[in-house]
Structure formats: C-alpha cells, structure tokens
C-alpha cells in the first residue's frame, strides 16, 4: 500500500542513493500511483546541524532521539488511510449491547475508554465505509 523510503543523510552519496532506489523501484513496474507517493524519510538528522530537507515532502528524523516520529507514523497513517479508504472514527457504544463485540470483528479497535456511570463506551475504530454502512444499519442509534 505504501513505500517509505529511509535515507542516511549523512551518507557521502544519499542522492546518489536515492537515484538507485528509485530506478530499482521503477523496474520493477510497480504501479504509479504507488511510486507517486512515496514517503521520503532523513534519518540521521541529529548528526547535522540545523538540518532542514530540501526536497518537497521530505521528514526529517532521528531514530536514535526520536525526533520526527510522530510525524511520521501521521503520514504514514494518513497515506495508508487514503489508500485503504479506511476512516478513524469514535464511536459511542452501549456496552449492554453487541456493539463492542461487532466492532472487534469488523474494524480495528483502537482504543476503548469505558464510561461506566451510563454504561457506554467511546472507541476509536479503523473502518471501512462499508463496514462503517453495515454498523450505521446494524445499530441505527
């Protein structure tokens, strides 16, 4: 669904490299839309200083300090969205009903935060719009 291209900026010849993989990816007839929207990912930002990418849609990062991760695991979330169709919903549930348990085996449950003065529940869900149509039909309240 997703290509994430990590390059050492560091390295003497990081555009050399990228020129490499791209023309190995390119040979190997991946679909466009996949090329097109590669994740390009610097590691090793911390080793320079002030780094800034210059290149459009590059993420800098440091896997040693962490710096950067959140954004990435964002736009890998978001791209991987895009392309599944998916959506990340929450959802408020009865926990006396089947809802809970509909939810576990039609999307993915992320996170459950129970709410047990009225017995409900709020959780967040990857789902499918058609998925999402079938609970909405399944549970019209």
Do not use: C
């Not at 991760?69 to 964002?74: G, P």
Request: hydrophobic share 40%; glycine share 4%.
């Amino acid at each position: 669904d997703l290509i994430v291209h990590v390059r050492d900026i560091t390295h003497p010849e990081t555009i050399l490299q990228k020129a490499t993989v791209l023309s190995v990816l390119k040979n190997l007839n991946l679909p466009s839309h996949l090329l097109d929207s590669i994740v390009e990912v610097h590691n090793k930002v911390d080793l320079i200083e002030r780094y800034k990418p210059t290149e459009e849609n590059a993420l800098a990062i440091s896997a040693l300090h962490g710096h950067g991760l959140e954004e990435l695991k964002q736009e890998i979330e978001k791209k991987i969205l895009t392309v599944t169709g998916k959506k990340i919903l929450t959802i408020n549930v009865n926990l006396e009903g089947p809802q809970l348990s509909w939810l576990y085996k039609e999307a993915t449950v992320q996170e459950v935060e129970v709410m047990p003065e009225d017995g409900t529940a709020r959780v967040k869900v990857i789902i499918g719009s058609s998925a999402f149509g079938k609970y909405k039909n399944l549970f019209p309240n």
